[in-house]
């Protein structure tokens, strides 16, 4: 494994932490019974245990356990036999407790890692830990009115917050560290990794040094990042500003500071709090966490195919350039859709070629995911297999394979119902060529004297003729007999 340091300037590097928050896909919250369902009217998934009622004692959610173990085992992390919960008190409206029930000295999950590719380069991630918490509600700042108004749905729900070591080097590591984490999560079934909804958060810390020097610089949090391009942009904007600070002689304040995606800005939001200015202790309302080996093991049998390993098995198994494996198994909705394409009797690499291009491009278009393309993986090896048996050609099955996602046809019906089987009779062909070659004398003539060039010409036109329906190998052979 070959590692880089990338350096944002000629005497400065950036040094890069990442706290990433997780919403866990269980049904339920971490400490009570109420929904997590994303978009329900406000302060409608409550009750006194999630808004802070006095009397009330947490329950916590099995589930939520089991996804954070998931996620310790994927990333290479040891799972804490023992573990438990701590308050983390600090004020503000949408958090009714006074304290938010979080992990600290004792995480769930510890010293994992996550490797990238940067520019064809292989990179570790260290993964400090991986702990458990509960959401605060969301503070709404709408309306004409000097108020701000506080929806407490989110308030409870489970998240996993996977603090990365400082080991990043710059804005793309960085992105690229967030996607496979969200690929990674989305394999195992986790968490939705939905950016734009608040599922998959990221927090950066950020600092920069001369190169060579081993000590670290003051760092600045960044917050409010809720894209892989907004983390980079954000990133690059905020490196630049402290080697400007620190070239003028001034000192970097530590700091969090919130990215305004708009102007394209970092601005000062508050001082950097210090763990000590939150008064962690141990939440007496619950206790100690024993995870025992039985239970971890049970768990890591159940685990998926994750990204890397089945990037290397289409390689491997089924003879894909990197680059191919690479796109596939990015989602493993995607992996998956391939996969049952192959096994109804698609070729690896035309399955490949035609997820990468003609699908990928009209799903983009509606704004679709995999899971709703209304083609379904053995519908696509049908089509191929017209193509291969000479029914129709590469070029027909473009124009049959858009009839196929609009209507949800398979492609006998299209060709049938358009068609636009492929002709291969050599009299009609030749039929065809004849009477272009009678049209095209001058240009005949210029190809027998050399401009084979032309040949491009006389197969648009006989083409043109057909409407697109000749068999491309066929009229190729023939054409090159008639203009000898």
Request: proline fraction near 5%; include cysteine.
């Amino acid at each position: 494994m070959r590692t880089e340091t990338m350096a944002v300037s000629d005497t400065y590097e950036a040094v890069i932490g990442l706290e990433v928050h997780a919403q866990m896909l269980t049904e339920t919250k971490l400490f009570c019974g109420c929904s997590t369902k994303f978009g329900a009217e406000p302060n409608t998934q409550t009750c006194p245990v999630c808004t802070g009622m006095p009397g009330v004692l947490p329950v916590l959610n099995r589930k939520a356990v089991e996804f954070a173990v998931k996620t310790g085992l994927a990333t290479h992390c040891r799972i804490s036999p023992y573990s438990r919960f701590a308050r983390k008190n600090y004020f503000y409206p949408d958090l009714p407790k006074g304290y938010q029930i979080s992990q600290y000295e004792l995480p769930i999950c510890e010293g994992g890692y996550v490797e990238i590719v940067v520019d064809g380069v292989v990179k570790r991630i260290g993964i400090t830990r991986i702990h458990m918490e509960d959401d605060a509600g969301k503070n709404i700042h709408e309306g004409a009115g000097h108020y701000s108004l506080v929806d407490l749905n989110r308030a409870g729900v489970p998240l996993m917050e996977i603090v990365s070591e400082p080991d990043i080097r710059s804005p793309r590591e960085a992105a690229e560290y967030m996607r496979k984490l969200r690929s990674i999560l989305r394999y195992l079934g986790v968490c939705d990794g939905n950016m734009e909804q608040g599922s998959l958060r990221c927090d950066a810390n950020v600092s920069v040094r001369p190169v060579g020097q081993k000590e670290f610089g003051v760092k600045a949090e960044l917050k409010n990042m809720n894209s892989f391009r907004f983390v980079e942009k954000a990133l690059e904007y905020e490196i630049k500003r402290q080697i400007q600070v620190l070239k003028e002689g001034g000192k970097i304040v530590q700091e969090t500071r919130l990215w305004d995606s708009v102007a394209g800005v970092t601005q000062s939001m508050r001082s950097k709090e210090e763990a000590h200015d939150y008064r962690y202790f141990p939440e007496p309302d619950l206790v100690p966490m024993v995870t025992g080996r039985e239970i971890i093991e049970a768990i890591d049998s159940s685990l998926p195919e994750l990204p890397d390993a089945k990037r290397g098995r289409f390689v491997s198994a089924y003879g894909l350039p990197e680059y191919d494996a690479d796109l596939l198994t990015s989602e493993r909705s995607i992996a998956e859709w391939y996969e049952e394409a192959v096994k109804a009797g698609g070729q690896p690499k035309t399955v490949s070629n035609w997820m990468m291009g003609e699908l990928m491009r009209l799903l983009n278009e509606d704004g679709r995911s995999i899971e709703e393309c209304p083609v379904r993986p053995a519908q696509l090896a049908g089509m191929l297999q017209l193509i291969d048996n000479g029914t129709i050609s590469g070029k027909i099955a473009k124009t049959v394979f858009e009839e196929m996602y609009r209507t949800g046809k398979d492609a006998g019906t299209v060709v049938k119902e358009k068609g636009l089987v492929q002709i291969s009779d050599e009299g009609a062909i030749e039929a065809a060529i004849d009477e272009i070659i009678a049209k095209n004398p001058a240009e005949a003539e210029r190809f027998r004297a050399g401009e084979e060039k032309l040949m491009g010409f006389f197969v648009g036109q006989v083409m043109k003729a057909m409407k697109g329906k000749a068999n491309p190998q066929l009229l190729n052979e023939l054409l090159k007999k008639r203009l000898r």
